[in-house]
């Protein structure tokens, strides 16, 4: 038997796995309907998307993959299907921070799938606003870089806002030095969020050194200007050069390898437990000495590991601060419910902010 041979038998044999995979995509859209359908039945309008239940699928699959793709390739996929799936059921608005082509819309897709529809908002507080007003389902907001730190507004609105956090995002940040120039020579002015621009600081002090660099509210927004002017560049994702027609002239210009942006989704329910949660919490301390210390014991106590904390002024005086913490596993769960007791009992205030699922690769 020659190669065409061989060749006609394996694209034989990979139409009908195709014929395969069509009719079980097909029974299972067909699930998902029915289940769409009891809900409705029993009065429920809320409830058709369940991060929990998603994480969930998502880890089996994972587990149980065999190889060869790579498992965040599983992750794609069938986050896609579970997209067109649950837009069947109910679709999805998602308000994110914009214009179209920002990380946080990328994100917002990575999560959701592509089935749902994204909202572009002009700033992060709006994005709260139609959330808390029910315009859109969910919302998606950044959190914190693993370079430059946490984003300071989000923690702000999170203190005031009643939404509840119920799903987090990791994105690897990947930036690329976008211009119509044709050449580094060429380029007079950068344009990008002034977090970009930190995260691309020895790339372009080696390269650019003598170029202007102008922050724009979004790296969406550095791509729309500089796609109309020739002899200015933008530092954005490849969304970004792609919506704005841009030529990318250099990739990967970040100065660290492993450049990574968290993204929390904020809604208006709770998130049943999925088996690997965190919850979200701040509170604020009496100003007595040894007060920080009193109130991480009460995680000890219950042996409830802490994942992050953070310090914000609380706006309520002069160096009065509230603290956001990240803790493992979810307000159901024993251990965190009597950590969180023994804190009301000590702190100034607490708050919770949302258990949710770990984020899915």
């Not at 060749?7 to 097909?26: K, M, P, T, V």
């Not at 870089?145 to 956090?165: A, F, K, M, P, Q």
Request: hydrophobic share 40%.
């Amino acid at each position: 038997m020659n190669d065409e041979s061989k060749l006609a038998g394996i694209r034989a044999s990979i139409d009908e796995i195709d014929d395969q995979l069509l009719a079980l995509i097909s029974q299972r859209a067909a699930l998902a309907e029915r289940v769409a359908a009891i809900k409705r039945s029993n009065g429920e309008t809320n409830s058709f998307y369940r991060p929990e239940r998603e994480a969930q699928v998502l880890r089996r699959l994972v587990e149980r993959n065999p190889g060869p793709l790579h498992r965040e390739t599983v992750t794609r996929l069938f986050r896609e299907i579970i997209s067109a799936c649950l837009a069947l059921e109910q679709p999805l608005n998602i308000a994110y921070l914009g214009p179209e082509g920002t990380f946080t819309q990328a994100a917002a897709l990575k999560h959701f799938g592509s089935a749902v529809r994204t909202t572009a908002l002009p700033a992060l507080d709006q994005v709260f606003r139609e959330v808390e007003a029910g315009v859109c389902q969910y919302g998606v907001v950044p959190i914190e870089n693993s370079i430059e730190g946490v984003i300071s507004h989000t923690h702000d609105l999170l203190i005031n806002s009643n939404l509840r956090i119920c799903g987090e995002i990791e994105l690897r940040i990947r930036q690329h030095l976008m211009s119509r120039a044709g050449s580094l020579a060429g380029i007079r002015r950068i344009y990008s969020h002034q977090q970009s621009l930190a995260q691309c600081r020895i790339w372009l002090d080696n390269n650019l050194a003598g170029v202007e660099r102008l922050p724009t509210t979004s790296n969406a927004e550095a791509a729309r200007r500089a796609a109309a002017e020739n002899d200015a560049a933008a530092i954005a994702g490849e969304s970004a050069a792609a919506v704005y027609d841009l030529p990318i002239l250099r990739r990967n210009i970040e100065d660290e390898g492993d450049n990574t942006t968290r993204f929390m989704v904020i809604g208006r329910h709770d998130t049943q437990p999925s088996g690997r949660d965190k919850t979200t919490l701040i509170f604020s301390t009496p100003n007595k000495p040894g007060a920080l210390y009193k109130m991480l014991v009460c995680f000890a106590d219950h042996d409830v590991s802490l994942t992050r904390i953070e310090s914000r002024p609380s706006r309520r005086g002069n160096w009065d601060y509230v603290f956001f913490v990240d803790v493992e596993g979810h307000l159901q769960d024993p251990s965190v419910v009597a950590a969180i007791r023994q804190l009301e009992q000590t702190a100034a205030m607490v708050k919770v902010l949302g258990s949710y699922p770990r984020a899915v690769l």
